[in-house]
């Protein structure tokens, strides 16, 4: 499979993670947070996962580190599979898994000094026996992460943002892991202190030849991030490809439309930018065929004879009525082409560049 690298730390295969809830009428319904989604991760590297908020990207991060359970699927960590491994060898694996969360503010126990709060995984994991020891590694995690060692006798509400999230940071390097889900560990902070914990992160990747799985809902943030790129819509990738290629081409409408929310120097640089409209629909009742057509602009375009052969080519016929069938959406009839609404498309590899995979019927 195009999307498993020879040397992948953490290889995921066919994950689903659905959620049960109980209508009004106690129906069980299901939550699919997550349905199908593989990928690969090669050692040392950083794979972005991008997409609007409710895509499934917290649930990905969460299920790989068995902190939520998986529908179904698989995970291999280091060729171990982490799904069916007992409690009593998952433990040694936890050490080298951890994650930074999205929310500074509520991710670190109000109660516990900084000390408490970094020195919890020295203990769980019985990196360091001692106090003593304890409380020298503690110092240097802070220096590590840019404070000082005298913080370690604070509180949480002691320190802005930023400062939080670096103790965050120092908390995941505690145990010396080797894999970090790094779960939109900026969105909560100002633009300004966003690069400097950008960078941070950046260099301790190199440091300690960490892998990231970088979560994020804002394709300018992973630009100078990632190595690898995976767009996520309503539980499912969308795209995947090397960040670059990822960047220069973007094949998915749903990826387009997220560079439509990033602020570009050069507007010639990106092909055929679109507003996207409309709210995700929910995931316990998704669209059917390709989940996006409900707000796809391409398969609009491809009605009414606006799509080009290529781009800056010239415009396709409009479909042949055959090939279109007439929807509902917001209450409103709209004519859309049939495969789109009926059939799921599959995230295959574009024929001459097996890296990039998407999923989008009328790109192929
Ligand atoms: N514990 C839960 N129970 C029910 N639904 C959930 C639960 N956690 C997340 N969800 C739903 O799963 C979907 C994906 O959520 P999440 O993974 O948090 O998305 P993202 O991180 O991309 O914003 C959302 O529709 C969310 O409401
Ligand atoms: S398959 Fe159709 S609806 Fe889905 S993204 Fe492509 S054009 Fe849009
Ligand atoms: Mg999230």
Redesign the pocket.
Known sequence: MAAEADNALVVVRDLRTY?T?RSRLFKKLY?R??DGVSFAIRAGQTLALV??????????G?TILRL?PATSGQVLFDGQDLFSLPPAAMRPLRRQMQIIFQDPFGSLNPRLTVEGIIAEPLKVHRICRTRRQRRQRVAELLQRVGLEPAHARRYPHEFSGGQRQRIGIARALASQPKFIVC??PVSALDVSIQAQILNLLKDLQEEFELTYLF?A?NLAVVEHFADRVAV?YL?RIVEMADRDELYANPMHPYTESLFSAVPVPDPTRRPQRSRLEGETP??INPPAGCPFHPRCPLARMAVAGQLAYQRGGQPRPPLPAHETCRVAIGGEPVRLPRKCVEQVPELLPMPDRPDHLHACHLRR
């Open positions: 959620f809830v939550v947070a997550v997409g609007e908020s409710g895509s499934g990207k917290t649930t990905v969460r939520i779960d939109e979560i809902h996520m539980g929910s995931p």
